[in-house]
């Protein structure tokens, strides 16, 4: 009987055992069935993906960021041409090719600054315009562009008593001739003795046999200082006394000069000149005083300004007639 049990317990663990293995080969086949499954499913994922194109552009042909992959062609610069101041440029990278052209300059005119015939760019100002003198034959005038501007001037009398700029002859009598010398003449000079100022001056025509000349030109005494400083005064230098001299030479001069010019065919004397009476309510003493006497014809014989008409004598030049002055300047 003992030897009985001992083999059923013997046969029982054998069963147990044997079910212990069955358990483990089944749970091995299941997790290899799993694992086939989950290798399937990833594979369909991979053949879904969706490319995100970036555009193409002027370097790169369109572009799938995410795997890189490129379809067509790269999009090339879009060249825009230089201009004066910028290269040639690409609108859409800005890469740039060679240079800027730079302005072309048209120069500066009177009214505007110099400027650029391509862009219209300025630089600086308009030089503004130079303006000549009004003439008679002419308003003020821009000698650049030739703009005008307000109204023509007087004429302008010059050497020879004409018309600078047009040639009219202004002086043509006594009146217009006494008019142009005091205008011109009038102011006087100044002297190391004193000044001669204000002078007044006067023509004479002359009409009779009594008189030598066709004009005779006064210019009112003024010397009166002068002359005594000239002869008596202490006070001065000979040098100073010679430099007057030679002023009021020149001064009367070239007043003889312009009125020759202007008259070259009439017979002109003049110089300072005053008279007066010694006994004004009774008119006696009649006196005259003459300085720096001239004529532009011939003297008489002793050196006078000539006492009546000559037709045979011709107007032959300045000279000096001082026999009758006052001081031998
Ligand atoms: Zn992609
Ligand atoms: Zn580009
Ligand atoms: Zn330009
Ligand atoms: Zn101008
Ligand atoms: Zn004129």
Redesign the pocket.
């Known amino acids: 009987m003992k030897k009985t049990l001992y083999c059923l317990i013997l046969f029982l663990i054998c069963i147990l055992s044997a079910c212990g293995n069955t358990d483990e080969s089944y749970s091995n086949d299941y997790v290899s069935n799993v694992t086939t499954a989950s290798t399937s499913v990833s594979t369909t994922v991979t053949t879904e993906h969706i490319h995100k194109w970036a555009e193409a552009d002027c370097l790169s042909p369109k572009t799938c960021l995410d795997c890189g992959k490129t379809e067509g062609k790269k999009g090339g610069h879009t060249w825009q041409e230089a201009t004066c101041t910028k290269p040639k440029t690409c609108t859409v990278c800005g890469k740039t090719k060679g240079k800027a052209l730079g302005h072309k300059w048209k120069k500066a005119t009177c009214t505007k600054p110099k400027t650029c015939s391509v862009c219209g760019t300025t630089k600086g100002d308009a030089l503004g315009h130079k303006w000549e003198k009004a003439?008679?034959?002419s308003p003020k005038k821009c000698s650049v562009c030739g703009k005008a501007k307000g109204e023509k001037a007087e004429?302008?009398i010059g050497y020879g008593g004409s018309?600078?700029?047009?040639?009219?002859k202004?002086i043509t009598d006594d009146k217009s001739l006494e008019e142009y010398l005091n205008n011109k003449y009038s102011e006087g000079v100044t002297t190391p003795l004193g000044d001669v100022k204000n002078l007044s001056i006067t023509v004479y025509k002359g009409t009779t046999n009594y008189e030598s000349y066709d004009y005779c030109i006064k210019i009112d005494d003024a010397l009166t200082i002068i002359e005594y400083n000239y002869e008596y005064s202490r006070e001065y230098t000979q040098s100073q006394k010679n430099e007057t001299a030679n002023i009021l030479k020149n001064y009367v001069k070239n007043m003889a000069d312009d009125v020759i010019s202007i008259f070259p065919d009439k017979k002109v004397t003049g110089g300072f000149y005053y008279s007066y009476y010694k006994y004004p309510h009774i008119k006696e003493g009649y006196t005259s005083n003459y300085n720096l006497t001239w004529t532009n014809y011939e003297l008489d014989s002793l050196g006078y300004v000539p006492r009546e008409y000559n037709e045979n004598i011709y107007p032959s030049g300045f000279r000096w007639a001082s026999k009758l002055d006052e001081i031998e300047w």
């Open positions: 003439t008679c034959l004429h302008k018309c600078v700029y047009c040639g009219q202004m």
